[in-house]
């Protein structure tokens, strides 16, 4: 099956600096893909939909300006966490859907686990 | 918003028996979707059902769909140690090409070998 990657899968930084996340479609091309943030034993909540070559569309609540997303090419969008702060600790899964396959089926990353201090 | 909502939130068994998780939702669908996470993984898509669709099998899975009662389980049968994970159902609504799917809370599933 598609396989969608990211970078880094666990990262410790200091309050106040930025963490970028990439979030990669291997073997398939996707000109979407989504960004979600999930607490301890809680559900998946969607952050973002990045688009391929425009800007991304952020759900209510989520700051753009603290969650930068950037989906340059069809198999690559990037997060970062603008002056991380230890609230902004948690697991961040991307996303990718088949452009080429059934649309209704979403790949998932690894996730990346982010520990603010 | 959330949308899906699956029961039990926990549900702990013995290896070799059956596991049910059930979904509710709110609006119409044009399908749902069942994933499985483990621990501080990604989620696997398990099996889509159609809103058309009644019933669906995989393996060991066994997904029923209720679209008057707004609802779908999931059966896992001959349950083993290794399906100790949490099960997320998804609902989706295809709007102007574009399908974003709404996870629930999720059930928990430990299996006891």
């Known amino acids: 099956g598609a396989v969608v990657s990211q970078h880094p899968s666990w990262v410790i930084c200091k309050s106040g600096t930025s963490v970028k996340i990439e979030c990669r479609s291997l073997d398939f091309q996707a000109t979407t893909m989504f960004w979600y943030r999930q607490f301890p034993k809680q559900s998946l909540m969607l952050m973002a939909t990045?688009?391929?070559?425009?800007?991304?569309?952020?759900e209510q609540g989520v700051e753009k300006d603290k969650f930068l997303i950037n989906h340059a090419s069809l198999t690559l969008s990037t997060l970062t966490v603008t002056s991380a702060h230890p609230e902004d600790s948690s697991f961040y899964i991307c996303?990718?859907?088949?452009?080429?396959?059934?649309?209704?089926?979403?790949?998932f990353g690894p996730g990346t686990r982010l520990l603010v201090l | 918003s959330q949308q899906g909502e699956e029961d039990p939130q926990a549900l702990s068994i013995q290896e070799g028996e059956n596991a049910t998780m059930n979904c509710s939702y709110k609006t119409s669908i044009n399908n749902l979707q069942w994933y499985r996470q483990n621990s501080g993984r990604g989620l696997v898509h398990l099996i889509l059902?159609?809103?058309?669709?009644r019933e669906k099998h995989s393996g060991r899975l066994r997904v029923t769909l209720d679209t008057s009662k707004k609802s779908s389980s999931l059966l896992i049968t001959a349950s083993r140690a290794a399906d100790t994970a949490s099960y997320f159902c998804a609902t989706g609504l295809a709007s102007g090409g574009s399908y974003i799917p709404t996870f629930g809370r999720g059930t928990s599933l430990i299996v006891h070998p």
């Open positions: 996303s990718a859907r088949d452009t080429a396959g059934w649309q209704e089926t979403q790949y």
């Open positions: 059902i159609r809103s058309n669709e």
């Open positions: 990045s688009n391929e070559g425009s800007k991304a569309t952020y």
